[in-house]
């Protein structure tokens, strides 16, 4: 039989998001109780799961980085296990360690309206465990981590050597003294290129379009000389504050003017590229930041590529045989190791069966509230970062306002708030984001719906949505308080 937990809040996931909102309870709502589930055996989320060549962010670590907890390691971009010690460190110097239960995997989740709580199944160390929770908070990522998007690649069957995915990378693989060919434009690719030519006979990064890249510091310089002369905590929220506006500020450039930008990137590029640049490589057919833009940290990939240890090669597959790939064109690129970094699949809330008295919850017929909350549910939110900033600046967001909100409810003794959102009331649905990214192409389907502006809006504006952290009171109107109503008494 399985045991039962009564709890405030019950936290699915110990990434990133997951720790956000832990060390949030501990500091603004410290007389309640709470738990965070991870499936994975270790917290950390991506930074656990993903153990590819090179790991790395792929923005800095001061905007990655918590508000709460600075970021003082010597790079700002910074590797997988330097990310997976600072999340380490969070936890042990916040007293969260003992409130994460890692192995246990959450089933199905049923929120039950006359009780006002969430009946969660969980499957742990010790087999079966139910939670009662009074509030849901899923912080378990936006992709799925069993089955990565399967790009169908022709003919792969054919090949004789080693496939292999980055998110399943085996920790004895050998690659020193092979030909590897990585399909691929994305972060990813741009990430695993230059750190198995490092090693690897040849490296080849196979692309159907090219994607738009630009070479930055990987440590940051402003940053360390501030944190030379100013106090801790001061230093890291100005550099914090110099990153978050300066990534504003060109993301809203690529938005009114993406000529002068891509003309800046192509500038740069044969600048970085030297000899090696050739324009069908790095001339993306849509503007810049219609996709996510990719960061070469010290020019990495551009320096192995000038060094003849790495290329890239723009074409679509024909097939494959038993020693590499044919691409259309004719050309043949011979193969040891193929890496397929053909992209992510998402999902929402975890693969988790979310339920309301014991009828399946379907996303996608409710709007976003205040990018966290979903039109008349109640009790429950879910993190899903920004697409054009790190995904923490929206993780510690969500869980500063939820947390107000549950503040509120204890100062009202509510015991159940929803975004209430009539049918005759409901905005135009436009799509959750403005990007052309394959992975997020194919979540359409699957996305809860978004209105114009906030609240029902999935907003991709960090500044505004501070901006509307700080205007809009937790008690806007929109958001319903309402207690239980209390139990009559039994007359004999």
């Known amino acids: 039989m399985s045991k ?54 792929d923005s800095d670590m001061h905007t990655l980085g918590f508000k709460f907890e600075p970021w003082l390691h010597e790079d700002a971009i910074a590797d997988g296990p330097s990310i997976l010690e600072y999340l380490h460190d969070t936890v042990n ?72 995915h980055p998110q399943f990378w085996p920790q004895d693989l050998d690659y020193s003294g092979k030909k590897v060919v990585v399909i691929g434009s994305g972060a990813t690719a741009v990430t695993i290129v230059p750190a198995m030519a490092e090693t690897a006979a040849s490296v080849t990064m196979l692309q159907r379009t090219p994607t738009w890249m630009a070479s930055g510091p990987r440590r940051d310089r402003i940053g360390k000389f501030l944190e030379r002369t100013l106090p801790e905590s001061l230093a890291y929220r100005l550099t914090r504050w110099k990153n978050i506006l300066f990534r504003s500020y060109v993301f809203r450039v690529a938005r009114k003017s993406p000529d002068k930008l891509a003309d800046k990137l192509r500038g740069w590029l044969r600048r970085d590229l030297e000899h090696a640049y050739e324009e069908r490589h790095f001339e993306p057919p849509y503007d810049p930041w219609k996709q996510r833009m990719c960061l070469v940290p010290d020019g990495d990939l551009f320096d192995a590529m000038k060094a003849g240890k790495a290329r890239i090669e723009t074409g679509h597959i024909d097939t494959f045989d038993a020693g590499g790939i044919v691409l259309q064109s004719g050309e043949r690129l011979d193969a040891d190791i193929v890496v397929t970094a053909t992209g992510l699949q998402l999902q929402i809330g975890g693969k988790i069966k979310v339920s309301r008295d014991g009828v399946p919850l379907d996303w996608t017929d409710h709007f976003f509230y205040r990018n966290c909350m979903f039109s008349n549910v109640a009790n429950l939110s879910v993190v899903f970062g920004y697409l054009n900033a790190s995904w923490t600046l929206r993780a510690d967001n969500n869980a500063g306002y939820i947390t107000d909100v549950l503040n509120h409810m204890a ?82």
């Open 93 to 164: 110097k916040r007293g969260i360690t003992q409130n994460i239960h890692t192995g246990t995997r959450v089933i199905s989740a049923d929120w039950r309206a006359a009780e006002a709580v969430w009946t969660v199944e969980a499957e742990g160390p010790d087999g079966p465990r139910q939670y009662r929770a009074r509030w849901l908070y899923l912080a378990s990522g936006y992709y799925d981590y069993d089955n990565p998007h399967d790009a169908k690649l022709p003919g792969i069957d054919s090949f004789g050597g080693t496939v292999i």
């Open 411 to 492: 100062q009202t003794g509510s015991q159940v708030v929803y975004p209430l959102l009539h049918a005759e009331d409901e905005p135009e649905a436009l799509k959750p984001f403005d990007y052309e990214s394959g992975y997020l192409v194919r979540a359409q389907h699957i996305m809860p719906k978004s209105g114009p502006e906030l609240p029902w809006k999935l907003n991709h504006d960090y500044l505004g949505d501070r901006r509307d952290l700080r205007q809009r009171p937790v008690a806007d109107g929109t958001l319903r308080f309402e207690k239980l109503p209390e139990k009559q008494e039994q007359v004999a």
């Open 4 to 57: 039962t937990s009564e709890i405030d809040v019950l936290v699915v996931g110990a990434g990133l998001s997951g720790i956000s909102m832990a060390a949030h309870m501990e500091m603004k709502c410290p007389d309640r109780s709470y738990v965070v589930l991870e499936r994975r055996d270790n917290l950390g989320g991506t930074w656990d799961l993903f153990r590819y060549p090179g790991v790395r962010s």
